[in-house]
């Protein structure tokens, strides 16, 4: 055998070996994205329960107001919910719409940023769902007229009722002072970076990471 022929053989080797790692690599993207489809799926499922629960808690609260109709505390109080919850569901379809929309056949760039998208989404939600705070006592003027058949805040003095609406400031406040915070660039708080991972989930939280890192390759 010349060094023409091996030359030739090796080059022929050379060609099949570059063939057999394109197929692989191809054969590796295609499982990489059925296992992320396969996640992509099952958030917007999570999502689907999610609206569903909000969706009964308005359909609830509106059928109370419906039936007792006043202008007493527990009312008012489902009232106040019912709108918290309505964003609650708006979130929801929202967050379906936009994973729904994600194709990871698209470039990296752009799946990255559709992801990116949704988590924005979803802590938008959050600080809107959060300013919910001031208004702990619906949830418990609401409580006592469903159980007991209470209106609470006609029995309540107004020493009482005072001390309630200065916690329901604070509360409030704080809230504001969480809402102002929760950015990206303060990510390196141990606080702020829970609750990034937190609101966007474990799921969406895998993917982000995922694409992130082979973003930055």
Not at 169 to 189: C, Q, S, W
């Amino acid at each position: 055998m010349n060094l023409e022929q091996m030359q030739s053989m090796w080059q022929a080797h050379s060609e099949k070996l570059d063939e057999s790692m394109s197929l692989n690599k191809k054969l590796l993207q295609k499982i990489q994205a059925e296992g992320n489809k396969s996640e992509l799926n099952k958030l917007i499922l999570t999502r689907a329960i999610e609206g569903i629960v909000f969706f009964c808690i308005v359909l609830s609260l509106g059928t109370y107001m419906a039936s007792s109709w006043s202008l007493t505390a527990p009312v008012v109080s489902a009232f106040v919910l019912n709108v918290f919850a309505v964003v609650g569901l708006a979130g929801s379809i929202g967050q379906i719409a936009l994973l729904s929309k994600i194709d990871f056949s698209k470039p990296m760039k752009e799946i990255l940023n559709d992801l990116i998208a949704v988590r924005t989404h979803s802590l938008n939600v959050f600080k809107l769902l959060i300013l919910s705070a001031p208004f702990y006592m619906a949830y418990v003027f609401l409580g006592y007229d469903l159980f007991f058949g209470v209106d609470l805040f006609s029995l309540m003095s107004a020493n009482t009722a005072i001390r309630f609406s200065v916690v329901g400031v604070i509360f409030g406040a704080l809230a504001v002072l969480l809402v102002y915070k929760l950015k990206p660039e303060n990510r390196t708080n141990k606080l702020i970076a829970w609750l990034y991972q937190e609101i966007s989930g474990r799921r969406l939280t895998h993917l982000l990471d995922q694409f992130e890192s082979m973003d930055k390759e």
